[in-house]
């Protein structure tokens, strides 16, 4: 079998209306079995959970699925997923706690290739406890985050380090095995935003070296909310604020209130809809979903170069995607344009590519493009040939107009 997109696009009722989607990055299209197991968790008896009435059942067994399939996705232990609102709320919330156990003096690391959302709850944080937070910048010629930059500035007093697993604005993938090794030599702990990573490669926690992974479900077909994956040995070391009526253990002490059953159903769903999109059925779904995973990155890789190779011959597009391994992402500005001008026009062909910088607040103005960003094109597992052609063109008659 072959990596067939038009029987994939067939699976997404939104694509029906004729847009070419390049807004993954911000969110993917959704399709069919989400939606219906979204439908069907909701349709069928649904209560808190439990063990003995129907209802009871059903929302235990779809937090027990949630959690296997996540695991499954992720290369982690069932038992260290956590359901959060969203990867920022989730990333907010570990701050705090781990800021209970920091010491002013204590420092932490943050990258400028991030998201706000892996930088901010970690200087505010800090800010609380008077710990001191260093900086490590990528190159902005290359788009390059070398672990060195990261070494560099740990020391004995290091107690956490937040880093991207691909930059939802350039694409850029660091070295994690390499920065997780200096930073476990110096005795801190990694947390690595994996948001925009896990739409587009398989991921295993303990390959990564990452003592935490947040990501989001609605980036790879699913529902909006976020998990976290972690050690449950190290979850069980940590004391959230918690109702006192609440559930003490891991990791449901990380959870607040009751959860969005159908979310969770929609999210099983979504990971199983990706592991089917592998060569064959055999093995376990961990298996299928590597790969799958590994369809879906030649795919994407075969467009992103279409893509690069018409957009670049472009006069007057500016490419800042540039790193040697990196999402199918590309940042682009245009001489003497408004990326914003670029997406009013591409959005009136039907072509959706928006412009910003995407919270993303300080690699845009490391790449000396301020707040306003440029325009992000995110390749999806679903995009083809046809859209990036349409892309191509649009932006050829945007240069001319």
């Not at 993954?24 to 209560?47: D, K, M, N, R, Y």
């Not at 925009?196 to 980036?219: E, Q």
């Not at 253990?249 to 809809?273: Q, S």
């Not at 009136?348 to 306003?372: I, Q, W």
Request: aromatic residues 6%.
């Amino acid at each position: 079998m072959t990596y067939d997109v038009s029987a994939l696009r067939a699976q997404f009722p939104a694509l029906g209306a004729g847009i070419a989607h390049f807004d993954g990055p911000g969110g993917t299209q959704t399709p069919t079995p989400v939606i219906e197991a979204i439908a069907g968790a909701l349709g069928g008896p649904l209560s808190i959970r439990g063990a003995v009435a129907p209802g009871e059942i059903n929302a235990e067994r779809i937090v027990g699925n949630f959690r296997c399939a996540m695991a499954d996705l992720l290369g982690a232990d069932p038992a260290g997923i956590v359901f959060g609102r969203s990867a920022t709320q989730l990333t907010y919330d570990l701050a705090r706690t781990l800021a209970g156990q920091w010491r002013a003096g204590d420092e932490v690391i943050v990258s400028g290739l991030d998201h706000d959302a892996n930088i901010r709850p970690w200087l505010q944080a800090a800010e609380r406890v008077g710990a001191v937070v260093r900086w490590a910048e990528f190159d902005p010629a290359t788009g390059e985050l070398p672990p060195a930059a990261v070494g560099a500035l740990l020391t004995p007093r290091t107690r956490l380090v937040a880093v991207t697993g691909a930059s939802n604005l350039i694409g850029t993938r660091p070295d994690l095995p390499a920065i997780a090794s200096l930073v476990h030599e110096a005795g801190a702990l990694l947390h690595v935003d994996a948001v925009h990573l896990a739409a587009h490669a398989s991921i295993d926690v303990r390959d990564l070296g990452a003592d935490f992974v947040v990501c989001s479900p609605y980036k790879f077909f699913g529902p909006h909310h976020g998990v976290l994956a972690a050690d449950p040995a190290l979850l069980a070391t940590l004391r959230p604020d918690k109702l006192a009526p609440s559930s003490d253990a891991v990791p449901e002490r990380f959870e607040l209130g009751t959860l969005p059953y159908e979310a969770l159903a929609g999210t099983t769903a979504a990971v199983d809809f990706i592991a089917g999109l592998g060569p064959g059925p055999q093995g376990s779904r961990r298996d299928r979903l590597r790969s799958a995973f590994a369809a879906i990155e030649t795919h994407e890789n075969a467009l992103r170069e279409t893509a690069e190779n018409g957009l670049y011959a472009l006069d007057g597009v500016t490419a800042y995607s540039r790193a040697a391994h990196r999402t199918p992402t590309l940042l682009l500005t245009f001489r003497d344009r408004p990326a914003l001008d670029a997406y009013h026009f591409l959005g009136a062909l039907g072509v959706h590519a928006p412009a910003g910088s995407f919270y993303a607040l300080e690699a845009s103005r490391h790449l000396g493009l301020g707040d306003t960003g440029g325009l992000r094109v995110g390749l999806s597992p679903y995009t083809d040939a046809e859209d990036v052609e349409r892309l191509v063109d649009g932006l050829a008659e945007f240069l001319k107009s």
